[in-house]
């Protein structure tokens, strides 16, 4: 075998495994990096994983589950060397609503209905990258997604208010505002004075934290990252005084409950066909999120240290994860943001890291569930609203009302239906309105008005140059590409502006700006030379970019076309003056 025959496999290799890649570089000095970021990342991870668990509706464990093997399948294929893959709010609040449709209502296990959305989930990531749709990022606008993630946060902040008293009227469910006073009534003192000083602490941590460290001689790096640790140490701390105090049992404090401790083992996921079903657009919008918060974490963090990501990579990496997640007790997982960014503050230098933070992930499940099921739930519920409470941001709703209203109109109609309807209901009309808004502004006749700027030789808008319209060539630039969206409204403006001075001769059709002409748009030209030519007017086009002059010949527009097609406007006002 040649040496470039034996070089293809490897290379192949590398691209459908990049750690292979990763580990063939390994130096020293990354392993000392990736190995102080995966601790610490692990350390941080474990009250962060609880929380998710119970906010998804699933036993305490899952969380830990959703750190293992998905980030093991990460570290192995994925491409950022900072995203660690695992619980997030986002898909933590998708699942719960799953279950709370399809899982106890019709006695089914959360573990089953979350076991089927991974899989699912997984497969539609892989089946993306198979038809080479990493794009897709692109589908939902800013709007949309700010709306979503603000809505979002706001259903999470109201399932946490009652753990975070200790009040016994639902554990973790969003109720109804106007039963609050009751809640109040039957609040726990001691798991409100936990839940209530966990928020103060982490809400000042976050707020002055940074500052107070700086000021204190701290390195802005090593200020964000001590900021982050705050989730950890309301834990410890929360959980010091219940196993102290007995606060579960004197007090009647809620705690995590037993952790069966060891690793999961492997799980076929249900077959339920009719589950399956059910579950599916659910597990489109899973996969979707998934991807578009994990590539925006993941390009956000390469691009400050000069790498890249791969898009189509990360959707194996995902599906992967997903699936392994799915596998292994597990619920869908995607890149956290938090998390990532400890990553990023404290060195990590490839996805190794991600193998050290599922390690500490190991340790916890063999050593640590005795402490971790004595963890107040009012400090986890803590934790939770102030990881989600950044996240609501309707500021942009006011400030894009002048100039952007309908992003504005997009983003409070998915703010307001993901409150008052479903998250999954929230976003379809986000998508919708966004698709709606976008057809209505494309298919808006958008044309100019040019001529000759005098001693220039340059074509210009007769509105902002002194131009002397002429009174023989209407010449008309189309400022957008043509569709079957605007055809339509392109050719009633060009007829109407024909109607209001009479006497033209020509029709100049300036194309400078249309990139692209599909069949409807072609044929309107053709109409338009031939209805034209009725009326002694020639239609002549210019500044025809070469791939939509290739359209226009192989619709036969040019063998119908009754004028010429100038190689710019100049020359051809010049020729028909």
């Not at 990096?33 to 998710?52: E, F």
């Not at 399948?73 to 060397?81: I, N, Q």
């Not at 791969?310 to 943001?337: C, H, K, R, W």
């Not at 001529?451 to 002429?470: F, H, K």
Request: charged share 15%; glycine share 10%.
């Amino acid at each position: 075998m040649r040496q470039g025959d034996q070089r293809k496999p490897v290379s192949n290799l590398i691209g459908l495994v990049p750690l292979v890649g990763t580990l063939r570089n390994y130096r020293r000095t990354d392993l000392a990096a990736d190995l102080s970021a995966g601790i610490i990342v692990g350390i941080i991870s474990i009250p962060q994983a609880v929380a998710y668990a119970l906010l998804a509706g699933m036993p305490p464990e899952a969380g830990l589950y959703a750190c293992l093997l998905p980030l093991v399948l990460y570290a192995v294929f994925g491409t950022s060397s900072h995203l660690m893959v695992g619980p997030v709010a986002m898909t933590a609040l998708l699942v719960a609503s799953a279950i709370g449709t399809f899982g106890v209502p019709e006695g089914r296990a959360p573990a089953s209905v979350a076991a089927v959305l991974c899989i699912e989930a997984g497969l539609l990531l892989w089946l993306l990258r198979a038809i080479r749709m990493s794009g897709l990022v692109n589908l939902l606008s800013h709007p949309v997604m700010s709306g979503f993630v603000s809505a979002a946060a706001v259903l999470i902040i109201l399932s946490q208010l009652q753990p975070l008293i200790g009040s016994a009227l639902g554990m973790g469910r969003i109720f109804d505002l106007t039963q609050l006073p009751n809640m109040l009534t039957n609040a726990n003192t001691a798991a409100a004075w936990i839940g209530g000083g966990s928020l103060f602490f982490l809400f000042a941590l976050q707020q002055i934290g940074p500052r107070l460290l700086r000021r204190a001689g701290l390195g802005l790096t090593a200020a964000q990252w001590i900021a982050r640790t705050g989730a950890l140490v309301v834990t410890v701390v929360a959980t010091f005084c219940v196993v102290v105090f007995d606060l579960n049992r004197s007090a009647g404090v809620a705690v995590v409950g037993a952790v069966p401790p060891g690793l999961p083992g492997f799980a076929l996921p249900s077959l339920d066909a009719a589950l399956w079903r059910a579950l599916l657009p659910t597990a489109a919008l899973v996969a979707i999120i998934a991807y578009i918060e994990s590539y925006s974490i993941g390009t956000t963090l390469a691009a400050r240290r000069g790498t890249r990501v791969d898009a189509g990579q990360e959707l194996i990496a995902l599906g992967a994860a997903n699936i392994g997640a799915g596998l292994t007790g597990a619920y869908p997982v995607a890149g956290s943001f938090s998390r990532s960014g400890v990553a990023f503050q404290t060195g990590a230098r490839t996805t190794v890291s991600g193998l050290f933070c599922a390690a500490v992930i190991v340790a916890a499940l063999l050593f640590l569930t005795p402490w971790i099921a004595r963890v107040p739930m009012a400090a986890l519920a803590a934790i939770i609203i102030v990881s989600v409470f950044s996240l609501i941001d309707l500021r942009g709703i006011r400030q894009h009302w002048r100039g952007h209203r309908a992003d504005s109109l997009t983003q409070l109609f998915t703010f307001g239906v993901v409150l008052a309807v479903s998250v999954e209901a929230g976003l379809i009309v986000g998508i919708g309105l966004s698709i709606a808004f976008f057809l209505r502004q494309s298919s808006r006749a958008r044309m100019t008005l040019v001529g000759p700027v005098e001693g220039t030789g340059q074509v210009r808008n007769v509105d902002r140059y002194p131009i002397e319209a002429s009174t023989k060539v209407l010449a008309l630039r189309i400022d957008e590409d043509v569709f079957f969206a605007n055809a339509g409204p392109i050719e009633d403006g060009v007829l109407e502006r024909i109607s209001r001075q009479p006497g033209y001769r020509h029709l100049l059709l300036v194309g400078s700006s249309i990139n692209r002409i599909d069949s409807t748009g072609a044929e309107m030209i053709a109409r338009l030379s031939r209805n034209l030519a009725v009326a002694g007017i020639k239609v002549h086009l210019s500044d025809i970019k070469g791939p939509v002059l290739q359209q226009l010949e192989s619709a036969g527009v040019t063998r119908e076309l009754t004028g010429q097609i100038f190689f710019s406007a100049e020359q051809g006002l010049r020729s028909l003056a």
